[in-house]
């Protein structure tokens, strides 16, 4: 049995809720992390999931026989397109799929979980990113119908009354803009987004690495914990670099601490939350004092 989970004030329940990313790629081993996510609700905890499902989306594409492109910017960076039938394709996977293997995986456990996409109760609302700049052989193009954005506001109402009736909110991409627009939104990004909102005691993001690596290659270079989130960016490379960024993300609004971590090692949730696996961040000792002066 791992220790018991820390407290912000010893003796004293902890009512802020945990937020718990289960991630999308493969090798994730989500009943894992279901298990805990059962026990620690057993305990009083209350958990909010949120879902990606990059693998199963890429699986159900092919099937479909359809592909997202990489393009650059002219800046550099590599998208990747979802256009309306990628986006209608990748519901499927995102919350037919995973989102409902989430809910059913706690069903079997005896909780009653509601799988919510964005536009579900508007749980999850977004500004749409303005029309992509492309670099296509030396010309720049601009493409208007890539459906991406960035989460702009979360349905806090909606997350706490289920909270309140004994739900699990399971949460997963897309979002809906004001317009009524579905967007492509980061899963991860939707965590720090929600940590952030509900004000959560910690946001959990567990996937099939077993956290920051200073050499990918090499897992004994774990890196255990870390107050620079900024600083860590050079060590992280692909998908790390958009957990360290929704790291930095809830930090900055008020989440005291994440924890990047393996879903495959025994008790995943649990023994991220007591450091013995994974990766801690914290804002710096004198940020973290200048958000509490500040509240």
């Not at 493969?26 to 298990?35: F, I, K």
């Not at 879902?51 to 393009?71: I, W």
């Not at 499927?92 to 809910?103: D, I, L, P, S």
């Given at each position: 049995?791992?220790?018991?989970?820390?407290?912000?004030?010893?003796?004293?329940?902890?009512?802020?809720?945990?937020?718990?990313?289960?991630?999308?790629?493969?090798?994730?081993?989500l009943e894992?992390?279901?298990?805990?996510?059962?026990?620690?609700?057993?305990?009083?905890e209350?958990?909010?999931?949120?879902?990606?499902?990059?693998?199963?989306?890429e699986?159900v594409?092919?099937?479909?026989?359809?592909e997202?492109?990489?393009?650059?910017?002219p800046t550099?960076?590599?998208?990747?397109?979802?256009?309306?039938?990628?986006?209608?394709?990748?519901?499927?996977?995102?919350?037919?799929?995973?989102?409902?293997?989430?809910v059913?995986?706690?069903?079997?456990?005896?909780?009653?979980?509601?799988?919510?996409?964005?536009?579900?109760?508007?749980?999850?609302i977004?500004?749409?990113?303005?029309p992509?700049?492309?670099?296509?052989?030396?010309?720049?193009?601009?493409?208007?119908?890539h459906?991406a954005?960035?989460?702009?506001?979360?349905?806090?109402s909606?997350?706490?009354?289920?909270?309140?009736?004994g739900?699990?909110?399971?949460?997963?991409?897309?979002?809906?803009?004001?317009?009524?627009?579905?967007?492509?939104a980061?899963?991860?990004?939707?965590?720090?987004?929600?940590a952030?909102?509900?004000?959560a005691?910690?946001?959990?993001m567990?996937?099939?690495?077993?956290?920051?690596?200073?050499n990918?290659n090499?897992?004994l270079t774990?890196?255990?914990?870390?107050?620079?989130?900024?600083g860590?960016m050079?060590?992280?490379?692909?998908?790390?670099?958009?957990?360290?960024?929704?790291?930095?993300?809830?930090?900055?609004?008020?989440?005291?601490?994440?924890?990047?971590?393996?879903?495959?090692?025994?008790?995943?949730?649990?023994v991220?939350?007591?450091?013995?696996?994974?990766?801690?961040?914290?804002?710096?000792?004198?940020q973290?004092?200048?958000?509490?002066?500040g509240?």
């Amino acid at each position: 049995m791992s220790a018991p989970l820390p407290s912000s004030q010893p003796g004293v329940p902890d009512i802020r809720p945990l937020v718990v990313k289960i991630g999308g790629a493969a090798g994730v081993d989500l009943e894992n992390v279901c298990n805990d996510v059962a026990e620690l609700i057993r305990s009083g905890e209350r958990v909010v999931v949120v879902n990606g499902g990059s693998e199963a989306g890429e699986r159900v594409l092919k099937a479909f026989s359809l592909e997202r492109p990489e393009v650059t910017t002219p800046t550099g960076n590599v998208v990747r397109l979802t256009h309306a039938a990628t986006l209608r394709v990748l519901m499927m996977a995102w919350v037919g799929e995973v989102n409902k293997r989430v809910v059913l995986s706690l069903a079997e456990r005896g909780l009653p979980g509601v799988g919510l996409c964005g536009a579900d109760g508007r749980v999850l609302i977004a500004k749409r990113r303005p029309p992509l700049k492309i670099n296509d052989g030396g010309r720049v193009r601009i493409d208007r119908e890539h459906l991406a954005g960035e989460i702009h506001s979360v349905n806090t109402s909606l997350l706490a009354t289920l909270l309140d009736q004994g739900y699990v909110p399971i949460v997963c991409p897309p979002a809906i803009t004001e317009e009524g627009v579905l967007v492509n939104a980061d899963a991860d990004q939707i965590a720090a987004s929600i940590a952030t909102a509900l004000g959560a005691r910690a946001l959990v993001m567990l996937s099939n690495v077993p956290g920051l690596l200073e050499n990918p290659n090499e897992p004994l270079t774990l890196v255990r914990s870390s107050d620079d989130v900024e600083g860590c960016m050079q060590l992280a490379a692909g998908r790390m670099r958009y957990k360290l960024d929704a790291a930095r993300k809830a930090l900055q609004g008020g989440v005291p601490s994440v924890y990047v971590s393996s879903s495959r090692v025994p008790r995943p949730v649990f023994v991220a939350l007591t450091e013995e696996s994974g990766t801690k961040f914290t804002l710096p000792r004198k940020q973290k004092e200048a958000a509490n002066a500040g509240t």
